[in-house]
């Protein structure tokens, strides 16, 4: 077989079997990646921000040497991985989407996240474009262009936001694994719309030392990838520890109950989104899961007690500096949602705290008697770039539909999938299933049971 002939639109465990049998090496999975983002036909001019195309063939020849010589420091050694544009990479500026920050200095560390990738052998292909400094679920840059789902290319649908080039990457083969993060829903919403696997863990779980912040209640690090298992080694190295590279026998379906939840997840929800979505659920059923409706009565009072949210909040107080500066330089959409934290006080916050700490304490009793709770991570299919351009109503609206299911396990501190769920040729929208704060462990093989049910879908 030649080098050629493994194709990086694969599982990670099917790209690491390939570089472990020598079928192909981590030069030629490199090679393959830098010249689908230079191909002129594809978009990855949009989808990076910048390529670091010498740096990536130096590692790969090195770890491919390294190889040689036995040595297999992870699963994801020798395979090519792109970075969100608010981690730090040694020597280069993070710009978070930004050109406020262009003129910045370079950062002197690698962040904790992209260290432990670089340790794992990993090679860095590049930075991904994304909504300005993290602020929005649509993955709209006006400074940069806007990355596209691949469901109907041609048409030009949002990738979504805001990890939108971290999803593009993976979905056009321009990497096999897009480091992301997710405040309210910035990793589950690309893949969702891109139809990737994404996976936000609790926020604790991974450092976020070297990653610029938007929230630093909710941010959280992780993977979006093909599958389950790639998302699970990912994210295993990101949280400090060893990928579990034996397969588990997945769990059984039968005998697992999963709590579906009605209220709050479907308001607006689009007929389409919602049919793919149900349909999902028949499957879990049909293969044995027992799928318990219930409502969640707190999640009502979201609205209420986001008045001013985490994120605007601890946004200005991160920005305010910089906007007395250069307000002018930043994406008028953006700076508007940073300057709803300005009028809110040190008592709104302190509220905002202590309505947090309620709400967490009232879900994790409820999420721990489920093996998993499930909703539509997205309850609309990927919209259509032109009229978000072209409205800041549209965008507006949109924008609070597209991140009202993820934020509201960021609020409870939760951990969770976006998951395909689509048909073939369908468009994709994600089931998104989630545990409770500190269950991620519990979620994975969970998770996969789903994977492997809904699979045959697609």
Known sequence: MSHDAIDLQRPLSDLAAALDAGRTTSRALTEQALARIADPAGQGSVVFTQVDAQAARDAADGLDALRRAGARLSPLMGIPVSVKDLFDVAGQ??????????????????????ARLRQAGAVI????????FAFSGLGLNPHYGTPRSPWQREV?????????????SVADGMAAVGLGTDTGGSIRIPAAFCGLTGFKPT????????????STTLDSVGPIGRSVDCCAWVD???????????????????????????NFVLD???????????????TLAKAGATLVEFKFAPFDTLPAINRFGFSPIE??????????????????????????????????????????????????????SFDAVLCPTVPLTPPAIAPLEASDETFTATNALVLRNPTAINMIDGCAFSLPC??????????????????????????????QALRPAR
């Open 93 to 114: 500026v993070t710009r978070a989407g930004s050109t406020v920050l262009s003129d910045a200095a370079p950062a002197t560390h690698d962040a904790l996240a992209v």
């Open 125 to 132: 292909v590049g930075r991904t474009n994304m909504t300005e």
């Open 156 to 168: 030009g649908h949002i990738a979504g936001g805001s990890s939108s080039g971290a999803a593009a």
């Open 203 to 214: 926020a604790s779980r991974t450092p976020r030392d070297g990653a610029l912040p938007l």
């Open 236 to 262: 295993a190295i990101l949280s400090g520890n060893v990928p579990n590279e034996t397969p588990a026998a997945p769990r059984d379906l039968r005998g697992m109950r999963f709590g579906v939840l009605t």
């Open 268 to 282: 607006g929800a689009e007929p389409a989104a919602l049919a793919i979505y149900e349909r999902a659920l028949a």
């Open 315 to 368: 946004a200005y107080a991160w920005h305010r500096k910089l906007l007395a500066e250069r307000a002018d330089g930043y994406d008028p959409r953006v700076l508007v949602r940073i300057r709803k934290g300005e009028p809110a006080g040190a008592a709104d916050y302190v509220d905002l705290i202590n309505a947090r700490a309620a709400l967490i304490a009232a879900a994790n009793p409820v999420w721990q």
């Open 422 to 451: 689509q048909g073939q040729g369908e468009a994709p929208i994600g089931l998104m299933v989630s545990g409770a704060a500190g269950d991620d462990a519990r979620l994975f093989p969970v998770a996969r049971a789903i994977e």
